[in-house]
């Protein structure tokens, strides 16, 4: 089992950057296709950024197309989330999670079979 703990959130101004990062405990981290999820109150959990285990191939949820840059190093078992040009929109606890390398659709929250607590992300106007 894949355990995942996140870093890196907190306060910031609307325009403000911030990095997000996640440590995985497995050594098959790099078996894994890895994303990134955000859920604001009263909101449902929504796909934010993806990235495919071999590193080779990102994708985004439209809202932070040009703004978040997805990244991974497998050699040290972390995934990161360079958010830049912040919005008080993105404001919601961001999660890191893991989806099996037989999924074909990152994009879809139900792929993921692990997750880490969340960290929270709040930009202020």
């Known amino acids: 089992q894949v355990q995942l703990v996140e870093s890196g959130g907190g306060l910031v101004q609307a325009g403000g950057s911030l990095r997000l990062s996640c440590a995985a405990s497995?050594?098959?981290?790099?078996?894994?296709?890895m994303g990134w999820i955000r859920q604001a109150p009263g909101k449902e959990r929504e796909f934010v950024a993806a990235?495919?285990?071999?590193?080779?191939?990102?994708y985004y949820a439209e809202s932070v197309e040009g703004r978040f840059t997805i990244s991974r190093d497998n050699a040290k078992n972390t995934v990161d989330l360079q958010m830049n040009s912040l919005k008080p929109e993105d404001t919601a606890v961001y999660y890191c999670?893991?989806?099996?390398?037989?999924?074909?659709?990152?994009?879809?929250?139900?792929?993921?079979?692990?997750w880490g607590q969340g960290t929270q992300v709040t930009v202020s106007s």
């Open positions: 497995d050594r098959t981290f790099s078996n894994y296709h």
């Open positions: 999670a893991a989806a099996p390398p037989t999924i074909w659709d990152v994009t879809s929250t139900v792929a993921y079979d692990y």
């Open positions: 990235i495919l285990r071999s590193g080779g191939h990102t």
